[in-house]
């Protein structure tokens, strides 16, 4: 969760990227945290999940090396409609549903028992089914040097 502005948080990241470029013969694949149930500043976490996954506006638009992947387990998490997956066509895509099953918390958590900030088992499974091809994906691209 973050606080009133995603400023410092994207510095931070922003920053990290000098030590990636730094360790190109390794390959980093950030993990976005899941949403909570409730949180204070949701519409900002929505948009830093999305500046983060963004190659061509987000984190990674002037990074040019390519072992840096961000994967939006937040965003898979807040709707069974959204998604960051690879498409039918092969690439990778990261969709926010424009009609939310809960429109009053559509950047919180969806799959949670109620009674904590876990997600779900449900919740679990589509973020692997969608993460494992992604990394795959990925994996290939960083040892083949395409970007």
């Known amino acids: 969760e973050v606080g009133d502005s995603i400023d ?17 013969d390794k390959m980093f694949v950030l993990i976005i945290p899941p949403p909570e149930i409730s949180i204070d500043s949701a519409s900002l976490t929505r948009e830093l999940s999305q500046w983060l996954v963004d190659r061509e506006n987000g984190w990674l638009s002037s990074y040019v090396h390519n072992n840096v992947y961000a994967f939006n387990y937040y965003n898979i998490l807040t709707d069974p409609n959204n998604h960051h997956y690879v498409n039918s066509d092969g690439k990778e895509e990261n969709l926010v549903s424009a009609r939310p099953i809960d429109p009053f918390n559509p950047d919180e958590l969806y799959y949670h028992s109620g009674g904590d900030d876990h997600p779900t088992g449900e919740g679990h499974q589509k973020a692997s089914a969608e993460f494992l091809p992604l990394l795959c994906g990925w994996y290939n691209n960083w040892k083949s040097g395409i970007h």
């Open 8 to 24: 410092d948080e994207k510095e931070i990241y922003t920053d990290l990227l000098g030590y990636f470029s730094a360790h190109r």
